[in-house]
């Protein structure tokens, strides 16, 4: 094939990904599995695409997809978060994964495949899905709501699981029987881990250093230069490309450019993570979903079953409610590109070969009911017992006299500071008043506003002393005092009651 039709086949490839994307919009669903389902109808191994297109065309593209996902990843790892409360959100995400991760890994050693697929399962069945859960909460507004912090805080542990747990599936898948050689490479493994969060811990300011230039286009060509870098580094001592590209990510995230890294870091991601769906579509054969589509619709009932039961596990923990529950429940059930990460590994090392459809029909079906299931998961919450939400607390009726304080302090920053406004000046007394030392009730009069030593037949005296007295305590006070003259009061404001 020439090189134009390659180009006219991946650009056609991706306005028929614009367009269905534009459509699943609609209805609530993420972009991954409508990338999966283009590779699909475009795989050698359907008929129903009309276009000659290999995934081996596009096979780097998708391992600078799969690096730039997990860089992203890291980048997005709140390392503060997580060390400020280790120990809450250990004991809730640390719960989470194992109820998910133990239940599938017995799932994976029932289906029968061996017990590295059944660790390959469990990854797949047990992790949720970053990229999907950061959509659905900005996407269903879901940001301040309660459960959203207990919901990012699982996430933040899922991420710190995911990086020991590719160490060790790496280890395993590698082959290897002698114990002596797995203890090294599991040793030099964890070592880089934990230099890497070091760095990323104590070395910011250095790495800042480091990273730092004026020039966008070699920040750009630096950052994505280490990523890839570390990728290869991490395949090397036998990590995985995806778990260096993620410690970098974490890394970098420390530094102080972490926001201008993401602002061209995520386009980028969003272009070759595409292409990463797009090839994993593209070696996927519908006919062998047949084969798997009984395990995966039991995995697909587990899954949603083990996270509504980990949600109301959470929200008890966390001292929330039922629609708390059913709505973290909903957010993380989501699975997704880590679920296909694990089937290119697995069918790298040779694993078994319906590991892959297993993967691609999981994903899909799962893609397509977890934002359904979260749309709307605050009224399938609402219909369980004691889940309707309370009421948000009323708001308290608004201080009149604040509002006074405002339109007082706005007239006098627009130059309306006429002596003889004696409106402006009856809002200044009362506001003076109000402010005395000792915060007692606002005064409703000359005698009342006079410290010690002064008379009621001398209220000049009275509002000089409280002025006094509040410019030493109230900043406010003093500003208004030194715009409104107070010592030359009306006889109309002498004799009002303004209580």
Request: aromatic residues 8%; glycine residues 10%; without cysteine.
């Amino acid at each position: 094939m020439h090189l134009g039709e390659d180009l006219i086949t991946l650009g056609v490839l991706l306005v028929v990904a614009y367009v269905l994307g534009r459509l699943a919009k609609l209805v609530g669903l993420p972009s991954i599995p409508v990338y999966m389902v283009v590779g699909l109808l475009a795989s050698p191994h359907s008929g129903w695409f009309p276009l000659d297109f290999q995934s081996a065309d596009i096979e780097l593209i998708a391992i600078f997809g799969l690096i730039l996902l997990l860089f992203s990843l890291g980048l997005e790892f709140d390392q503060e978060e997580f060390f400020n409360d280790a120990g809450k959100l250990l004991v809730s995400g640390g719960s989470y994964v194992l109820l998910n991760m133990g239940v599938g890994f017995a799932f994976g050693m029932m289906v029968g495949w061996g017990t590295r697929e059944a660790l390959v399962i469990a990854g797949m069945t047990g992790t949720s899905s970053s990229a999907i859960i950061t959509k659905l909460l900005i996407e269903l507004r879901r940001l301040p709501n309660k459960e959203t912090p207990m919901i990012l805080g699982v996430t933040v542990v899922g991420d710190i699981f995911i990086a020991i747990y590719l160490a060790i599936v790496s280890v395993v898948l590698s082959g290897k029987t002698e114990v002596w050689p797995i203890v090294l490479q599991l040793s030099i493994a964890f070592l880089f881990l934990i230099v890497m969060f070091s760095v990323a811990r104590w070395g910011g300011r250095v790495v800042s250093r480091l990273v730092r230039t004026k020039d966008d286009e070699l920040f750009t060509i630096l950052f994505f230069g280490l990523a890839v870098l570390f990728a290869g580094i991490g395949e090397l001592i036998g990590v995985t490309d995806a778990i260096g590209a993620f410690l970098i990510g974490v890394v970098l995230g420390a530094s102080t450019y972490r926001t201008k890294i993401e602002r061209v870091a995520v386009p980028l991601r969003d272009v070759f993570g595409a292409f990463f769906f797009l090839n994993f579509g593209l070696a996927l054969n519908v006919a062998e979903f047949g084969s798997v589509a009984t395990l995966v619709i039991i995995a697909v009932v587990m899954t949603f079953a083990l996270n509504i039961l980990s949600g109301m596990f959470l929200a008890w923990l966390n001292k929330m409610g039922a629609v708390e529950g059913i709505n973290a429940a909903a957010i993380l059930v989501n699975r997704g590109e880590f679920t296909l990460i694990l089937a290119t590994l697995s069918i790298a090392a040779g694993l078994d070969h319906r590991l892959q459809p297993f993967a691609g029909l999981y994903v899909l079906i799962m893609a397509i009911l977890g934002p359904l299931f979260a749309s709307n998961s605050e009224r399938i919450g609402g219909l369980l017992p004691g889940g309707r939400r309370r009421p948000p607390a009323r708001k308290s009726e608004r201080d009149p006299m604040l509002d006074e304080e405002i339109a007082l302090v706005e007239a006098i920053t627009a130059g309306q500071r006429r002596s003889g406004d004696s409106a402006a000046r009856t809002a200044a007394q009362r506001v003076v008043g109000r402010t005395r030392p000792g915060g007692s009730a606002p005064a409703t009069d000359a005698a009342d506003l006079a410290p010690a030593g002064n008379t009621p037949n001398n209220p000049a005296s009275a509002d000089k002393g409280a002025t006094d007295a509040v410019m030493a305590d109230d900043a406010m006070t003093a500003f208004i005092a030194e715009h409104i003259p107070l010592d030359e009061p009306s006889t109309d404001e002498r004799t009002n009651d303004y209580s």
